[in-house]
């Protein structure tokens, strides 16, 4: 079968990924409206092409926070990568050195920081955060992560408590018995989410501020009141993101949200997003709107699910191509 867009990858996991597997990746928090709206957004925006430009050279790079990458897509966070390739992590990792882009490492890794670093050494890595209740245990995260080489601190801010899907519920999801949780291994049970700080504020921030000298990028702002007060709590950069509608559901789509978080900053730190990215004109539409990168979750697991490392950067240089195919077409 051809892989000729990313839904073929999604049909290609659905199919051969085990059903708890898929069921977790696929989820969505309640009736799952948020997360499909993430994508139905995008279908309601239509562009306004200008003709008789030279389109003949493009350049597609752009600048994370002073990095360069060669295209502005990135590899958004998300757990347990060994469900969709023996790998994970790893795999992940080398497919996002090899296409020149940034990949967010998630706390929740079945690889540890250290291989993941290891995996990929001088490649563009960012650490995702969730602020545990033992803050000992996020510290000493941060500051592995600094150590290591990552280049930003991605701290996740829609999480307090675990959305509820369903159909974990139903499955009874849990990791099987051969993988763990890396980064976390030495500090409590697997999959025990409870963990979580349900009591981070704005002031947690400035206590991240005293760990590390890595700019913080703070993900899971959706309006425009929390975007002022990252701004003035001195993050670098923002993340437009509502979890893949994995934990509110009724809230907005990204896309939709996006144009009143840009409004607020007002260039004051970059603005990212994630949610929803299914094709390069998608991604054109996020920058259209005011985004300086968006970054991919699901898309990236099927990737992974259909050939590990080379079926991610199959993924990758589709969603590269379309998106400069859209430039193009729209002048």
Known sequence: MAMVCLSDFEAYAKKYLPKTAWDFFAAGADDGTTRDDNILAYKRIRFRPRMLRDVSVMDI????????????????????????????????????????????????????????????????????????????????????????GFQGLVLTADLPYTGKRRDDVRNGFRLPPHMSLKNLEAAFEVCKMIYLDPSVTWNDIYWLQSLTHLPIILKGILTKEDAELAVRHGVQGIIVSNHGGRQLDGGPATIDALVEVVEAVQGRVEVYLDGGIRKGSDVLKALALGAKCVFIGRPALWGLAYKGEEGLQDVLRILRDEFRLSMALTG
């Open 61 to 148: 790079r752009t600048k994370l926070l002073g990095t360069e990458i060669s295209f502005p897509v990135g590899i958004a966070p998300t757990g347990f990568h060994q469900l969709a390739w023996p790998d994970g992590e790893k795999s992940t990792a080398r497919a996002a050195k090899a296409m020149n882009i940034c990949y967010i490492a998630s706390t929740y890794s079945t690889s540890s920081l250290e291989e993941i670093s290891a995996a990929a050494p001088g490649g563009f890595q960012w650490f995702q955060l969730y602020i545990h209740r033992n803050r000992a245990v996020s510290k000493q995260l941060v500051q592995q992560a600094e150590a290591l």
